[in-house]
């Protein structure tokens, strides 16, 4: 299988013969607003072009609905006959936009011989959590594949350590940038939080992503790096790909 990070939390997954997108942000450089105050976003442009990203790409999951996962550019380049998993209260407003096969993830469903199971997660902490909204996060698996855990928009919470115990992941996306809003805590996992995910994991890969993307997010690939480093934890087995850059595992 392959996974290449697009951009943030945008990642195009070959697996099980299939390909698919997550969490499509294709806005050009500033495109919308800031969310802390300091730049419009994203911050970085696409690494390739937006034909080339959808190349290919049979079906598009959804953690949520927030802009720098969903974007009106992906609204208005996504084909609309283009199935869609989404959780399910996100279901009328993608119908709304035009989209004709979106299927409401309760809990699991198949897809061309690929199980999708929708977990839970927490976007933060405290009254944030009203702000926010739900997010979710989705295990991929299929005969012969390894087993796939995206956490998504989530804090290291119980939510996901239960996932991780239940499902028993080969590879876990998490979304590592320590995404700060003014005032509150961190929405996503910072570095600490992410290396407290690699420990629950077992033997699993950690493959960190949304950072370096978006004005809110306060760790780098760098500062993750040195903090794996100072744990012992090898570069083979936590993997913080560029964007554009493409893993096989």
């Known amino acids: 299988m392959k996974i290449q ?3 943030n939390a ?18 050009t450089v500033g495109a919308f607003r800031s969310f802390a105050g300091i730049a419009a976003n994203p911050t970085v442009e696409l690494p390739v072009a937006i034909e080339k990203i959808l190349e290919g790409v049979e079906m ?3 953690s949520h609905l927030h802009p720098d996962h969903f974007d009106e550019a992906a609204v208005l380049n996504l084909p609309k006959d283009m199935p869609i998993f989404c959780q399910p209260e996100d279901t009328v407003v993608l119908q709304e936009k035009g989209f004709a096969r979106v299927t409401a993830a309760h809990s699991s469903c198949l897809w061309e011989g690929i199980s999708l199971t929708r977990t839970g997660g927490k976007h933060g902490s405290g009254k944030i959590l009203e702000r926010l909204g739900n997010i979710s996060g989705f295990v991929l698996q299929a005969a012969g594949e390894p087993t796939i855990y995206w956490v998504g928009d989530s804090i290291w919470c119980e939510e996901v350590a239960e996932a991780i115990k239940m499902h028993k992941p080969d590879i876990i996306i998490t979304h590592s940038g320590g995404a ?8 996503i996992m910072d570095a600490e939080q992410t290396l407290t995910a690699f420990n629950a994991g077992a033997d699993a890969v950690v493959v960190a992503v949304h950072m370096e993307a978006l004005d809110h997010c306060t760790v780098s690939r760098i ?7 100072s744990a012992g934890i090898a570069p083979s087995r936590l993997l913080i790909p560029e964007n554009g850059e493409t893993l096989s595992l």
């Open 5 to 7: 990070l697009i951009r």
């Open 10 to 27: 945008t990642m195009k997954i070959t697996y099980a013969g299939r390909t698919l997108l997550t969490d499509p942000m294709l806005s």
């Open 60 to 62: 598009t999951v959804i």
């Open 180 to 187: 700060i809003l003014p005032g509150f805590a961190p929405i």
């Open 223 to 229: 500062m993750l790096r040195k903090a794996a480093d």
